[in-house]
T-cell receptor
């Protein structure tokens, strides 16, 4: 079984401040991990993914995430928030689960607000 | 067109209507998915088609009926829906492999009156 917990349904930061969105996962096998972003009235866009290569993963828009197996975490960070980063962010895990197509399990989402 | 497209983007229907949502992927993928996104709830996986065969149906009511005529197209046929079915319906596609990175369409905002 696999699951994802995103700590904090809402995070608020000032423009230029550090962004930290937390994600913890559980998986019975080595996981593949993803962060997606969703802007209002749009679909989900992939920010970055961990697929068992480097533990520090860089994504689009200046975001990065670090896979920490000992902590079962995959937190998303950005050194300096921009107003355009305001959106909802989803962490997801896929362990293939023995199926040929794989199955993503999503966290509940974290709404990021950036204020001037 | 590139990526994953969905039509219509918005749909309002009565409980007795029949309508269909359409999804098309232009990525050469071989798996397609329907998700339901309701306010204050996690994304719910509804259906999965892999190589044009339905491989997952997550206890979805029969008033939702998927169809996958080929690897590029996916439909969700709707009939006698309930107001609680109002939500954003997202389509996604992926290439079946271990990572299974999914690419999402913009969604259809459905309102059932």
């Amino acid at each position: 079984a696999q699951s994802v917990t995103q700590l904090g349904s809402h995070v608020s930061v000032s423009e230029g401040a550090l962004v930290l969105l937390r994600c913890n996962y559980s998986s019975s096998v080595p996981p593949y991990l993803f962060w997606y972003v969703q802007y209002p009235n749009q679909g989900l866009q992939l920010l970055l993914k961990y697929t068992s290569a480097a533990t520090l993963v860089k994504g689009i828009n200046g975001f990065e995430a670090e896979f920490k197996k000992s902590e079962t975490s995959f937190h998303l960070t950005k050194p300096s928030a921009h107003m355009s980063d305001a959106a909802e962010y989803f962490c997801a895990v896929n362990n293939a689960g023995g199926t040929s197509y794989g199955k993503l399990t999503f966290g509940q989402g974290t709404i990021l607000t950036v204020h001037p | 067109e590139t990526g994953v497209t969905q039509t219509p983007r918005h749909l309002v229907m009565g409980m007795t209507n029949k309508k269909s949502l359409k999804c098309e992927q232009h990525l050469g993928h071989n798996a397609m998915y329907w998700y339901k996104q309701s306010a204050k709830k996690p994304l719910e996986l509804m259906f999965v088609y892999s190589l044009e065969e339905r491989v997952e149906n997550n206890s979805v009511p029969s008033r939702f009926s998927p169809e996958c005529p080929n690897s590029s197209h996916l439909f969700l046929h709707l009939h006698t829906l309930q107001p609680e079915d109002s939500a954003l319906y997202l389509c996604a596609s992926s290439q079946v492999d271990r990572a299974n990175e999914q690419f999402f369409g913009p969604g259809t905002r459905l309102t059932v009156l």
